[in-house]
Nanobody, 130 residues
Framework: QVQLAESGGGVVEPGGSLSLSCSAT????????LGWFRQAPGKTREVVAQ???????LYSDSVKGRFTVSRENGRNTLHMEMTNLKPEDTAVYFC????????????????????????WGQGILVNVSS
């Protein structure tokens, strides 16, 4: 039911900045966790940042101080401002949503902190090079 779509990826030089956005539909989805994950070549998917259902912002240690996540009030839009990008930030970035469900956990769900991420966007490439 809930669908996610990322935008804003691309290529950027080391030390540069990039902004990602994630829109969630339908717009009635407002109260649960939204987050960003990434998967680098040859690596497993890892959580980057998340906003919990109570508005807490959590970051991976690898991006603290460089990435900033925000959620527009009254809108199902998640943003992540990325600064001082490094080559190791190169990855496919995925937007993810908690649907607020309980019970059986889907095979592709990720439990991290207070969030149960089980809906994923298609992913968008961020390439930090040159």
């Amino acid at each position: 039911q809930v669908q996610l779509a990322e935008s804003g990826g691309g290529v950027v030089e080391p030390g540069g900045s990039l902004s990602l956005s994630c829109s969630a539909t339908p717009v009635t989805y407002t109260t649960y966790c939204l987050g960003w994950f990434r998967q680098a070549p040859g690596k497993t998917r890892e959580v980057v940042a998340q906003i919990t259902n109570i508005g807490a912002k959590l970051y991976s240690d690898s991006v603290k101080g460089r990435f900033t996540v925000s959620r527009e009030n009254g809108r199902n839009t998640l943003h992540m401002e990325m600064t001082n990008l490094k080559p190791e930030d190169t990855a496919v970035y995925f937007c993810a949503a908690d649907l607020g469900r309980r019970g059986p956990i889907p095979s592709d769900a990720v439990l991290t902190g207070p969030c149960r991420f089980e809906r994923w966007g298609q992913g968008i490439l961020v390439n930090v090079s040159s």
